[in-house]
């Protein structure tokens, strides 16, 4: 496994692919950690999770330096990334014995009530885009539920991967708990089909989601996916226009626009879809494309080359089928992974900006007659993990929130994120099950009913 700083397209470390053998040696000792892991209290649970917390806190800027050298986003970013991370460990170890409780139930028992139980080791196959806080969401409720997990992460952040590991072994808990696997995307099937691997989670496109579901599926295994997304932001006539362009900005540059709930398509009412534009415009020419080390850039390249590529085919696609380039859609003349901000106007259904996921900083604008129109073109999609509306009604935000956009998350004059005390997850081809909050947790366990007669 190579590491290609995609700054400069050069190599910077190599790490050996495990062999199927010791890949099925880690996964017996993960097995045998958890047979003790589950019979340890939630209260030393708790005490090693905050001890991982403050690990992240005092290793934050070595670890974002270590994310921003393998996938390119902003120092900044990395960094916040990883106390994020620690923000989600010190929230399962104080929540999640509370979240695990015995839930008592009236029935025509002497007593009747349900548990939640760990069930073994639930295997991870994680992205490049977010290298800690994928796996931290997953590995904190997991562990804190009592399982034990194995990592199979991106091919180009395996220092990531490592150091994860790391974070979980310092702060004490039991060597073989949570183990990073150096494998191919290959070997995963191995994985499922063995016995001791009881779950999986996947976060990452459609078609790799598909492939794990499948495994897992032939052997009767569960699992949790969060996939693509293209999350539309619907902005109405009554919406605060200058609020509005700034926040959908934000939220498309977010991690350089790689992100599944970054804005990807930005459905204005046509009352103001050109006093929207211009804002938008202004804040998109604004951004700082630079090298992502340096202060105040607000974005870096994109994690590899051969992803600008794809981005750069589908803006050129788009623009073939009748959208116009307002802003960027050239790859830039220099080494390295880099595409700038770009802006398309006139996208419609049909259209590769409309209906696929673009995975960079590309804006797609698309004009609506109306609220109806504007909610009918945002939920004309194959994903629904986010979305968004913007509209200076309250009670109209929360109405086509709660009750008319196809998402998984829905916000109203906010963009969409990640939040340890929500739960987090998508619909259609955006996935199923949920990470975070009490959900989240209960995903990987044994909801059991116990009948006392």
Not at 14 to 43: C, I, K, N, P
Not at 79 to 106: Q, T
Not at 379 to 387: D, E, I, P, R, T
Not at 418 to 437: M, N, Q, V
Request: with cysteine; charged share 25%.
């Amino acid at each position: 496994m190579d590491v290609i700083n995609p700054v400069n397209g050069e190599k910077t470390a190599s790490y050996e692919v495990m062999s199927d053998e010791v890949m099925m040696q880690v996964l017996d000792r993960t097995h045998a950690a958890w047979l003790e892991w589950r019979t340890v209290g939630f209260d030393e649970r708790s005490r090693l999770m905050r001890r991982a917390a403050e690990l992240l806190r005092e290793r934050s800027d070595r670890y974002g330096r270590m994310i921003t050298g393998e996938m390119g986003k902003t120092l900044k970013s990395a960094v916040a990334e990883v106390e994020k991370c620690a923000w989600v460990c010190d929230y399962y170890a104080e929540n999640a014995e509370e979240f695990l409780s015995e839930e008592h139930i009236e029935t025509d028992a002497s007593g009747s009530f349900i548990t939640y139980n760990s069930i073994g080791v639930v295997l991870a196959v994680m992205p490049w885009n977010f290298p800690f806080w994928q796996v931290f969401r997953f590995a904190a409720p997991a562990l804190m539920a009592g399982n034990t997990g194995l990592l199979k992460h991106a091919s180009n952040v395996p220092g990531s991967a490592l150091a994860i590991e790391e974070v979980f072994r310092d702060a004490g808990f039991p060597e073989h708990a949570f183990r990073t696997l150096l494998i191919k995307g290959s070997q995963v099937s191995k994985l499922l089909e063995h016995e001791k691997v009881k779950a999986a989670t996947l976060t990452g496109s459609a078609p790799a989601g598909s492939a794990v579901a499948s495994k897992a599926g032939e052997m009767l295994k569960k699992t949790v996916l969060e996939l693509g997304g293209s999350d539309p932001y619907v902005i109405l006539e009554d919406a605060d226009l200058d609020q509005a362009a700034s926040t959908c900005v934000t939220s498309r540059l977010i991690n350089g626009g790689q992100s599944c709930i970054a804005a990807k398509r930005f459905i204005v009412v046509e009352e103001v879809a050109d006093a929207f534009t211009e804002r938008f415009l202004e804040g998109m020419r604004e951004a700082v494309m630079d090298d992502p080390m340096i202060d105040g850039v607000t974005f870096g390249p994109m994690a590899r080359e051969d992803l600008r590529d794809e981005l750069h085919e589908q803006v050129t696609r788009s623009v073939r089928q009748g959208a116009g380039c307002l802003l960027g859609g050239e790859v830039p003349d220099r080494s390295g992974a880099w595409y700038p901000p770009t802006v398309l106007t006139g996208v419609r259904p049909g259209m590769a900006a409309f209906d696929e996921e673009l995975f960079g900083p590309v804006a797609a604008i698309v004009t609506a007659k109306d609220e109806s129109e504007a909610v009918a073109l945002a939920n004309n999609s194959v994903f629904g993990l986010g979305a968004a509306v913007f509209t200076g009604d309250e009670a109209r935000g929360r109405r086509i929130a709660a009750e008319e956009l196809e998402a998984g998350c829905c916000f109203v004059n906010e963009f969409v994120k990640s939040d340890p005390r929500l739960p987090f997850g998508g619909i259609k081809t955006s996935g199923y099950g949920r990470e975070l909050s009490y959900p989240g947790i209960r995903e990987f366990t044994n909801i059991k009913t116990v009948y006392v007669a």
